[in-house]
């Protein structure tokens, strides 16, 4: 699974749109960008993950750049609650051993 | 649902005693795995099962961790003795087999051994 680099904080406005960069340059064609977030004293919790399209579910948008060298996830409107670390992982298809880098601490500002 | 049930939440023990953590996975998620979360080296897999078989034990620290799943909802993560270097969160997670990579975590077992 290739490498992913992620900043080690970030802080973002209530109300605004959080957006978490990743660097994956070593990214191979079948490998999937996973984004999980672990909010203190809780278990990681999963939020999204692509390929090579943009995706969009209830939670999060992931946007893949379209070498997929890097990819954004956005949360639209920022809470307090998720203020957390968030991983991005890179995956190879039916690779089932999650690696968790150091992530990055997303402190969401009243 | 209720989700991963892991037990007990925090566990305080002398070094050299046994420790045993449990996991119950969500019911039709055949694939479990074992994590630990410490400070210094984050959050690593230790221990993986499909179907009730281990299939990937290479993140077990040493000889005195061990894990089973003697069934399809239940495992149990042990370490025989204990020592304080063990003290960490441990994390038990599932997915379905052959799905998306879509794992969920329980809510961990706080673990200190003095």
């Known amino acids: 699974d290739a490498k992913t680099t992620q900043p080690p904080s970030m802080d973002c406005a209530e109300g605004r749109a959080a957006n978490l960069p990743c660097n994956h340059s070593?990214?191979?064609?079948?490998?999937?960008v996973y984004w999980y977030r672990q909010i203190h004293s809780q278990g990681p919790q999963y939020i999204i993950h692509?390929?090579?399209n943009n995706e969009t579910n209830e939670m999060a948008s992931l946007i893949i750049t379209e070498d997929r060298k890097s990819s954004t996830l956005i949360l639209p409107h920022a809470t307090l609650r998720d203020t957390a670390v968030y991983y991005c992982?890179?995956?190879?298809?039916?690779?089932?051993?999650?690696?968790f880098g150091t992530g990055t601490r997303l402190t969401i500002i009243p | 649902d209720a989700g991963v049930i892991q037990s007990p939440r925090h566990e305080v023990t002398e070094m050299g005693q046994e420790v045993t953590l449990r996991c119950k996975p969500i019911s039709g998620h055949n694939s479990l795995f074992w994590y630990r979360q410490t400070m210094m080296r984050g959050l690593e897999l230790l221990i993986y099962f499909n179907n009730n078989v281990p299939i990937d034990d290479s993140g077990m620290p040493e000889d005195r961790f061990s894990a089973k799943m003697p069934n399809a909802s239940f495992s149990t993560l042990k370490i025989q003795p204990s020592e304080p270097r063990d003290s960490a969160v441990y994390f038990c997670?599932?997915?379905?087999?052959?799905?998306?990579?879509?794992?969920?975590f329980g809510p961990g077992t706080r673990l200190t051994v003095l």
């Open positions: 070593t990214i191979s064609g079948n490998e999937y």
């Open positions: 692509g390929l090579k």
């Open positions: 992982i890179s995956l190879l298809f039916g690779n089932e051993k999650l690696t």
């Open positions: 997670a599932c997915k379905r087999s052959g799905g998306p990579d879509t794992q969920y």
